[in-house]
């Protein structure tokens, strides 16, 4: 078929088409699906198994727990690449509903938007893919490549019991590569081509130096659980952003020099920044804000509390303090050492009075930019958005390593939600443009893939 020719086809079938294509995601937002709380989620799946049915794919609920997984698929031909869609169907809880312009499970549609939890993380890339699937089958008859889905029902919780899950049926999800949807577009409103990202390993230190607080007049003869925890806090990262963790940064590796190429490429964000946040970024000049922000590890402070907090003044000596990090990590990092390695050298700095919880970890993911299924995907990107960015490796977490480590397989995520989608918080929402041209784009990654000539892994 032309190019030209399909393109039009499709542009037609998704106008048509558009008053039900966005009634089908209104009535997947409106099923509650909160994974901490297992509120709407087997019903949730029950819907998703349904839709999938009524456009001719066949569907599979495998109990996994705490909540279930859909495996779908639709062609066999063994002439055909196979591409496994991911995305996940559960949401996060709908927060201060006080905070929301409209009900989070009603969903509205206000100038072209629709809000509502779930429209963007990750119901609106959900649906594109289903709604994709429908065309090649309705327009066409079948697809040009074969496709295998995996919806999970748990991945605000941490993917819990997916892990397992893919160890056993490797054989029923085996595929050429891992498309999938899950994020927004960068500053600039561009869509994001990304091929791996950071780990991370998130701990609360828990510091105590007495059995209660007491008035501050003791400040000159007791211990403070405050200041001691300012002071380790200091030992374990400095002012010039080094981590002192040993061995912290041994397994990283460097970006490489196509990826470096690739950095040097994407345009400069920092008025976009200043924009959003109020600053500029700050970042080396030898490395750059892009190599900087996706390439080199982190040490965050995600929280910090101890004594008096509240309105007025209160004059405490604290007896406890707490910290929440979060550490990003990247390709070859090893969450489960760094950890050791911290509570070791906490003991070997002298911080008896320190527990060290670990609250979970989470692989960094990485797929070569050299994977001939780039090519392909670049390709439907730009005929569907026009300009883009590629980005080797992102600087949030995600369950990548899910298929690039326990699968095996190069997985290529492409973002495509709004910039401000506000993905975990009030007013969640996906502008309505964006999820019908992330349809489009599933299809035309579709016909792409498909169109892959002597080119294999």
């Known amino acids: 078929m032309k190019p030209e020719d399909f393109n039009q086809h499709l542009k037609t079938y998704l106008k048509h088409n558009e008053e039900r294509l966005i009634g089908n995601l209104a009535e997947l937002v409106a099923q509650p699906s909160v994974s901490s709380t297992s509120e709407g989620v087997e019903e949730c799946c029950r819907l998703i198994v349904n839709k ?9 609920i495998y109990p996994v727990k705490p909540h279930p997984v859909i495996v779908g698929s639709v062609g066999q ?12 169907y559960d949401v996060q809880p ?46 066409y008859g079948e697809l040009p490549v074969n496709v295998k889905t995996i919806f999970e029902g748990s991945e605000e919780s941490n993917s819990e019991g997916l892990p397992e899950f893919l160890e056993d049926h490797k054989e029923l999800l085996a595929a050429d590569m891992v498309y999938f949807s899950d994020g927004s577009k960068n500053h600039n409103d561009q869509p994001i081509i990304a091929m791996g990202v950071k780990g991370m390993l998130y701990v609360e230190l828990v510091l105590t130096t007495m059995t209660r607080n007491v008035h501050s007049q003791y400040a000159p003869v007791l211990p403070s659980a405050a200041w001691q925890m300012v002071q380790l806090l200091n030992k374990l990262k400095t002012e010039d952003g080094f981590v002192h963790i040993p061995c912290f940064y041994d397994d990283v590796v460097p970006s490489t020099e196509a990826e ?5 490429s994407l345009p ?23 190599v900087q922000l996706n390439g080199t590890p982190s040490f965050n402070i995600s929280g910090l509390s101890s004594g008096y907090i509240g309105e007025g003044t209160a004059t405490v000596l604290t007896a406890k303090a707490t910290a929440k990090i979060d550490m990003r990590l990247v390709a070859r990092q090893d969450g489960a050492k760094i950890l050791q390695n ?32 780039l090519k392909p995907v670049k ?38 939600c709004d910039p401000t989608s506000d993905n975990h918080a009030p007013n969640e929402h996906l502008t309505l443009s964006n999820y019908i041209r992330g349809t489009q784009l599933t299809a ?14």
């Not at 470096?260 to 040097?264: Q, S, T």
């Open 77 to 88: 031909d063994p002439k055909k690449k196979t591409v496994l869609v991911y995305a996940h």
């Open 444 to 457: 035309m990654v579709f016909k792409e893939i498909g169109e892959m000539r002597g080119e294999a892994l």
């Open 260 to 264: 470096r190429e690739i950095y040097a």
């Open 379 to 416: 390709e439907a990107v730009k005929k569907v958005f026009g300009p883009y960015m590629v980005y080797p490796n992102r600087p949030s977490t995600a369950p990548d390593y899910l298929w690039t480590n326990i699968l095996g397989l190069p997985t290529i995520q492409v973002r495509w």
């Open 52 to 60: 999938m049915k009524q456009i001719g794919m066949d569907a599979t």
């Open 268 to 290: 400069d964000v920092g008025e976009d920044l200043l924009k959003s946040y109020g600053t500029y970024p700050v970042y080396p000049e030898d490395k750059g804000y892009y």
């Open 94 to 139: 709908q927060g201060n509903v006080e905070q929301w312009r409209t009900p989070p499970f009603e969903p509205a549609i206000v100038d072209g938007v629709m809000y509502g939890r779930g429209t963007a993380d990750n119901k609106g890339p959900l649906m594109a893919h289903l709604s994709a699937i429908e065309f090649w089958l309705k327009e």
């Open 342 to 373: 911290l509570k070791q050298y906490i003991k070997d700095l002298g911080y008896d009075n320190v527990e060290v919880i670990c609250r979970g970890i989470t692989e960094p993911a990485k797929t070569p930019v050299d994977t001939p299924y």
